[in-house]
């Protein structure tokens, strides 16, 4: 048993020195040392990618931009020997940027997937209840009734035509928070405005 224990510990180190030597070989501008280091390390690199990124197309990518960084970097590297964990480091740092760009990307797509379903909403309850005069004078009304927070999102949002992020950016709000916001008030308001109309029809 430690026979075998020793052996593995004896291939391991003897990887690593074929690592530095590699890498020593390669900050001196030999390119086949540089191809045979990216051989040997692409799949633990992939795998340090995927265990953040969770897609193994985009953990490809991540590597090969990571690698990017590698080849530009590794005659700086003061040791060797640091190679392993300097590697992880730039894939690591190359995942996060990834995975904040894909975080930007979706709530952008979720902010306008919401501004469309509000104007869709928005146009069918103006097609269903047209507003008479006095109609128009009873929403004002209602509308003065809510908090300054959610008139002004809806002044903005509806009457001024601007946009969540516009909104938000108005506002200096998160667009999270003006998109809960018009959401509360439209509850609010339909709230306020059943009633009336039952009233009405009886």
Partial sequence: M?????????????????????????QLGDREALSTLAARWQARLVAHAYRQARDPDLARDIVQDAWIDIVRGIRKLSDVAAFPAWAYRIVGRRAADQMRKKIRIRRTNDAYGAEAKIADETQQMAQHTPLESSDADRLRRLIGELSVDHQ????????????????????????????????????KLKEKITPLNQGDQS
């Avoid at 938000?168 to 439209?186: D, I």
């Fill in 2 to 26: 430690g026979t075998a224990s020793g052996e593995f510990a004896s291939t391991r180190r003897s990887d690593r020195v074929y690592d530095e030597y590699l890498v020593a070989c390669a």
């Fill in 152 to 187: 002004s999102v809806l002044a903005l949002f509806y009457g001024e035509d601007l946009s969540v992020r516009e909104v938000a950016y108005a506002l200096s709000l998160p667009e999270g928070t003006v998109k809960t916001r018009l959401m509360h008030a439209r509850k």
